[in-house]
Every structure is written in structure tokens, then in C-alpha cells.
């Protein structure tokens, strides 16, 4: 299993829309992707940072989102982001989290 961990700086006051997006938009064209498998995000206490965590069957797949429908996501949260997110990955060594393909 593999991560994609993204750093989100966002912009004042835009949380709440940024989470509406994520769901209406982001998650189902995650669950449109080959090999992926979970998404969560969180917000700090006052809402100007999220972070989110995708969960990958590979690094291929998680690579070839990365390639084809990151931009698109961003594209769609761009009035809620400041800054660019920044992008770091990782394989999986442990997780209680039950993780099932969609």
C-alpha cells in the first residue's frame, strides 16, 4: 500500500468550502482511479491548513493520479488554496485502518 500525503495552506475563512468541494468534486474523482483506495483530510484548529492522506493499492497507480488527475483536483479547490500543496509520498508499513478497494 502506498500514501500521498498533501500539505494545503488555505485560504482565510475557506475551510468549510474547501471540505464542500472535496466531497462533491475531489473524492469521486478519486474513486474514478485505478488503485485507490481511501482518502482522509484534516484541519488544523483554526483552519488555515489541511492535510491530506490518499491511500494506493501501488506507487504506479498513485504515480499515474499524480500524472493525470492532480491538476484537475487543484483546479477545483483553487479559490480555496493559498500557495502551492506540497506533495510527498510514502510506502505503508502499518495501519489499523481497514482499507478496502472501492
Same mark, same amino acid.
Given at each position: 500500500? +502506498?500514501?500521498?500525503? @498533501?500539505?494545503?495552506?488555505?485560504?482565510?475563512?475557506?475551510? /468549510?468550502? +474547501?471540505?464542500? @468541494?472535496?466531497?462533491?468534486?475531489? @473524492?469521486?474523482?478519486?474513486?474514478?482511479?485505478?488503485? +485507490?483506495?481511501?482518502? +482522509?483530510?484534516?484541519?488544523?484548529?483554526?483552519?488555515?491548513?489541511? /492535510? *491530506?492522506?490518499?491511500?494506493?493499492?501501488?506507487?504506479?497507480?498513485?504515480? *499515474?493520479?499524480? *500524472?493525470?488527475?492532480?491538476?484537475?483536483?487543484?483546479?477545483?479547490?483553487?479559490?480555496?488554496?493559498?500557495? /502551492?500543496?506540497?506533495?510527498? /509520498?510514502?510506502?505503508?508499513?502499518?495501519?489499523?485502518?481497514?482499507?478496502?478497494?472501492?
Amino acid at each position: 500500500m +502506498f500514501v500521498r500525503n @498533501i500539505s494545503i495552506n488555505v485560504k482565510p475563512n475557506s475551510v /468549510t468550502e +474547501f471540505s464542500t @468541494i472535496l466531497d462533491a468534486e475531489v @473524492i469521486p474523482m478519486l474513486r474514478k482511479q485505478p488503485g +485507490f483506495l481511501h482518502e +482522509f483530510a484534516y484541519a488544523n484548529e483554526n483552519g488555515s491548513h489541511v /492535510t *491530506a492522506i490518499s491511500f494506493w493499492e501501488s506507487r504506479e497507480q498513485a504515480d *499515474a493520479y499524480q *500524472a493525470s488527475g492532480h491538476a484537475e483536483a487543484l483546479k477545483s479547490l483553487a479559490a480555496t488554496i493559498d500557495g /502551492t500543496p506540497k506533495v510527498r /509520498t510514502s510506502s505503508v508499513i502499518h495501519s489499523t485502518l481497514p482499507v478496502h478497494a472501492q
